[in-house]
């Protein structure tokens, strides 16, 4: 019985293999992410095997989240790991993340003193945003939700990298909503970093595909990706 079990199991891997190359084994799947996207799941995702495509290179490409998003709906890209978009029926989402924003800010802030910032104690304060045309739908729902709390700042500074916020944080105390891993970058040279405990504003980062992809190599990839995260 055991030889009999290992020859099925031999069969079966040499069937698996003839329909890889079937397949083309040098199939490319072509990713987008943003330069804010979490180091960790970039690793993960470039990790991932798929024996039904053993020679599966993964292409990236970088962009903002909702022009990645447009791309994927377009077809220009197969997949892409976004933030911050909403849902539409044109695209599948794989919820990989859903983590707070990071509230950058001087280690000498009062605000410093407490483990995680609520949105009524920004008020009136100078704020740091990533542009809109870049994050348009997170821009909008950080200013919708602080206007339903009577929450406004004094003023918005605009910005369209990380890099750019230490300078501003310093010079005009102000607060920047950041995903973590943009706020940790920062997180030197008299700046520091705290979580927003605001329920209504969570950066939830999704593994987004057509809704009506017919690629098996895609359908396989987001497969093995929800095995990986899970």
Same mark, same amino acid.
């Given at each position: 019985?055991?030889?009999?079990?290992?020859?099925?199991?031999?069969?079966?891997?040499? #069937?698996?293999?003839?329909?890889?190359?079937?397949?083309?084994?040098?199939?490319?799947?072509?990713?987008?992410?943003?330069?804010?996207?979490?180091?960790?799941?970039?690793?993960?995702?470039?990790?991932?095997?798929?024996?039904?495509?053993?020679?599966? !290179?993964?292409?990236?490409?970088?962009?903002?989240?909702?022009?990645?998003?447009?791309? #994927?709906?377009?077809?220009?890209? *197969?997949?892409?790991?976004?933030?911050?978009?909403?849902?539409?029926?044109?695209?599948?989402?794989?919820?990989?993340?859903?983590?707070?924003?990071?509230?950058?800010?001087?280690?000498?802030?009062?605000?410093?003193?407490?483990?995680?910032?609520?949105?009524?104690?920004?008020? *009136?304060?100078?704020?740091?945003?990533?542009?809109?045309?870049?994050?348009?739908?997170?821009?909008?729902?950080?200013?919708?939700?602080?206007?339903?709390?009577?929450?406004?700042?004094?003023?918005?500074?605009?910005?369209?990298?990380?890099?750019?916020?230490?300078?501003?944080?310093?010079?005009?105390?102000?607060?920047?909503?950041?995903?973590?891993?943009?706020?940790?970058?920062?997180?030197?040279?008299?700046?520091?970093?705290?979580?927003?405990?605001?329920?209504?504003?969570?950066?939830?980062?999704?593994?987004?595909? !057509?809704?009506?992809?017919?690629?098996?190599?895609?359908?396989?990839?987001?497969?093995?990706?929800?095995?990986?995260?899970?």
């Amino acid at each position: 019985v055991e030889e009999t079990i290992e020859a099925v199991s031999h069969t079966e891997l040499a #069937v698996a293999a003839a329909t890889a190359v079937f397949n083309g084994a040098d199939d490319i799947l072509n990713l987008g992410k943003s330069a804010y996207t979490d180091p960790f799941l970039v690793s993960t995702l470039l990790s991932i095997r798929l024996p039904l495509f053993p020679g599966m !290179r993964i292409k990236q490409w970088s962009n903002y989240s909702n022009e990645l998003a447009r791309q #994927v709906i377009s077809g220009d890209l *197969d997949a892409a790991v976004t933030t911050g978009v909403p849902e539409t029926p044109k695209l599948s989402l794989l919820r990989l993340a859903d983590n707070p924003f990071y509230i950058a800010m001087a280690i000498s802030d009062p605000l410093g003193q407490h483990r995680e910032l609520l949105l009524e104690q920004m008020q *009136d304060r100078n704020w740091v945003l990533l542009s809109r045309h870049a994050y348009s739908y997170l821009y909008d729902m950080i200013l919708f939700v602080g206007s339903g709390k009577n929450v406004r700042p004094k003023d918005i500074f605009h910005v369209m990298s990380p890099e750019e916020v230490s300078e501003i944080i310093l010079e005009h105390q102000a607060l920047a909503f950041l995903p973590r891993s943009a706020a940790w970058r920062i997180s030197r040279d008299g700046i520091t970093m705290r979580p927003l405990s605001e329920p209504q504003l969570r950066l939830v980062t999704n593994l987004a595909v !057509r809704s009506d992809t017919k690629s098996r190599l895609v359908k396989e990839f987001v497969r093995a990706t929800s095995r990986k995260m899970d």
